[in-house]
């Protein structure tokens, strides 16, 4: 068999061609895989140290990085992955400390979930497109709808679990488009739109307001962050959460699923090892692997004498402790009441300097 697109050859079974990314057929349909299986595929989003792939267009690629499926050919002709369409060379930029940068839009072919697919276009504010099988839905908030089909099936999900998703900082009404039909979502913001495949048994803890929509088999859930402070403010005591008092999480019990988020200026991704801890702004977080523990760290100069330089030059972060991936955004918030006189707070370590 060879593609109707370019004429290259297709291997038997193929979804999509490897040198173009052409649609061929309808996805092979995957058996849950093993708990084992499980756990290598939801490292698939990771380069084998622990970042995002870093795929460099000489490298042999075996493994496409956004679904997990084994790819036979690993020629440099192969360049899209034939289960789910994705590009499997796409260059990604890493720091010398181990920042990587999220996979460019610009490489990155139509995202197959199910029988559907996810385009991300434009780079300032970029639009999640979708093209909807019959058989399959994604939920969403009514004010990230940008466009859809005028025979598109719009819907408001079950209340049951509505107050759950109030608590996760999500809408209490959730609506759920069904296909077939095209339809498109946009945070009216500018910044980058991440797209995170999640494999059976894989989850992700998000900060609230960064979600966009997700397959209708994501599940979600909330918990506290346990991450505060309490502020004294002339005469009244504030409570601050720099993290939101709730996190989402987002995970994929048993079929493979898409969950898509927006954040802030730019997307950096690195994979802390066992124990290895790391400070970021609190408002700079995006998402982490649930593994990934964090607690307030606080910073500040020996002023000695001069107590106001104690307080005025204080530093309030998040410390993260490894192992996972941790995401921060190049565009955050200063930190509420941060030179403010902190009467309580959570667990926190500190460092005078």
């Known amino acids: ?37 499980a756990k290598q595929r939801a490292q698939s989003f990771l380069h084998p140290s622990g970042g995002i792939p870093v795929a460099t267009p000489s490298g042999p690629v075996d493994r496409c990085p956004w679904c997990g499926a084994t790819v036979e050919d690993t020629s440099e002709t192969a360049r899209s992955c034939p289960r789910c369409g994705a590009a499997l060379r796409s260059r990604t930029a890493a720091s010398h400390s181990g920042w990587l940068e999220l996979p ?3 490489d990155m072919a139509k995202l197959q979930f199910g029988n559907s697919s996810c385009q991300i276009e434009g780079l300032y504010v970029p639009v999640a497109e979708m093209n909807l099988a019959s058989n399959d839905s994604v939920y969403f ?4 709808l ?26 209490l009404i959730m609506m759920q488009a069904q296909g077939p039909g095209h339809i498109a979502f946009s945070k009216d913001e500018p910044g980058e739109l991440i797209a995170l495949p999640l494999q059976p048994g894989q989850a992700v803890d998000v900060r609230e307001h960064m979600f966009l929509t997700a397959t209708s088999n994501v599940e979600y859930d909330w ?33 493979p699923g898409l969950l898509l988020l927006h954040a802030g200026g730019s997307v950096l991704v690195r994979e802390l090892g066992p124990g290895e801890p790391i400070l970021v702004k609190p408002s700079a977080l995006v998402f982490k692997d649930p ?11 020996n002023a000695g004498f001069f107590q106001w330089g104690y307080y005025t030059n204080r530093s309030i972060w998040l410390r993260l402790i490894g ?16 030179n403010a006189n902190i009467v309580s707070n959570s667990y926190a370590t500190s460092w005078q300097w």
């Open 323 to 338: 192992p996972g991936r941790v995401a921060i955004q190049s565009v955050f918030e200063r930190v509420e009441h941060e």
């Open 146 to 171: 940008l466009w859809m089909d005028t025979g598109m099936n719009i819907a408001t999900m079950s209340m049951r679990g509505g107050w759950k998703r109030m608590f996760a900082g999500l809408p």
């Open 1 to 37: 068999m060879f593609c109707t697109n370019c004429g290259s050859q297709v291997q038997p079974g193929a979804a999509f061609c490897i040198s173009c990314g052409n649609k061929i057929g309808p996805v092979a349909s995957v058996d849950p895989p093993s708990a084992p299986e």
């Open 223 to 255: 918990f506290q962050s346990q991450i505060w402070y309490r502020a004294q403010v002339g005469n009244d005591t504030e409570t601050v959460y720099p993290i939101g008092m709730f996190m989402d999480r987002f995970s994929s019990p048993s079929s």
């Open 141 to 144: 908030s009514h004010h990230m």
């Open 104 to 106: 460019p839009r610009k």
């Open 291 to 301: 593994l990934v523990q964090m607690q307030l760290h606080f910073e500040h100069p």
